[in-house]
C-alpha cells in the first residue's frame, strides 16, 4: 500500500503544481494528448496490480496449481496494449522527423557547442555556406566555420538567439561541434540530441509568439547548466524585418 500511496500523492501533486507546460507549436496538443493517454493508462494499471495484490492478501488463499492463462493471458493484453501506445507514439515522431518538411519551409542550423547554441539562416541565397571544421574559431567571429573561399556562405546568418515567424513551418538541421548535446524547447513540444557528425532534422509549426527558453538536456559538462538561449517567435512582418536588418549587417 505505501508505495501506491506514495505513487497516487505524487500524481496529485504533479496535477496541482506541475502540470504540462503552455504549448505554442501547432503538433502540441497531440503529444499532449499522447502523453496523458500514458500516464492515465499506466496509473490504471497500477491501482489494478495493488487491487490484485490486496484480494490476494486478504483472502489468503492456499497456494494451488494455476492454469497457464491466468498468467499468460494477462501477459498478451499488456504487450498488446504497449505495442499500441509504441506505435501510436512512433507516429507523432516520424511525422516531426521522417516525413520530411514542406519545401516551403523556413530553414535553419542550429549547432550545439560547450556550451552555448549558434543558429544559422542561409541568406539571400537560399543555401548555407560549406563549413570546415579547421575554420572554426569563435574569437575570431566565425563559431561555425563558415569557408570564406565558398560564396554561398558570405550572406549566411550566425546568431545566438533562434528567431522564428509565426505559423511558418521550420525545418531545423541540429548538430554538434563536440559532444553529445540536447536541444529542447518544452513550449514548443520539442526535443532532440545534437550528435557530432550527423544532421538531423525536425520540423515544427510555432503558432504563439512569444520568448521561450531554448535548454540542453544532455549533461554535456562542467558549463552544461549555463548552455541555453531563447528563441523568439514573431509575427510574419516583424520576422521579415528582423531578417532583413541581419541581412543588411552581415553584407556591410
Ligand atoms: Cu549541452
Known sequence: MIPFSIQLGTFALSLATWGL???????GPAVDRHL???????LGLAALA????LVGLIARRRAEATSWHV??????????LFAFLTIRAERLWAAAR?????????????VGEQFAWYFRYPGTDYTFGVTKPQLVDAGAGNPLGIDPADNHGADDIVTSELVLPANREVDLRINSLDVIHGFSVPEMRLKQNAVPGMTIHIHFTPKVPGTY???CTQVC???HYRMN?????????????????KQKAVQR
Open 36 to 42: 496523458l493517454l500514458n500516464l492515465w493508462i499506466i
Open 50 to 53: 495493488h487491487l490484485i495484490l
Open 213 to 215: 527558453a531554448i535548454l
Open 229 to 245: 538561449a531563447n528563441l523568439r517567435v514573431l509575427p510574419a512582418e516583424k520576422f521579415a524585418a528582423w531578417l532583413t536588418a
Open 71 to 80: 498468467e499468460y493471458l494477462p501477459l498478451a493484453a499488456l504487450a498488446i
Open 21 to 27: 507546460p503552455f504549448d505554442a507549436s501547432t503538433h
Open 221 to 223: 559538462g562542467m558549463g
Open 98 to 110: 521522417y516525413t520530411g518538411a514542406d519545401l516551403s519551409a523556413l530553414q535553419v542550423q542550429v
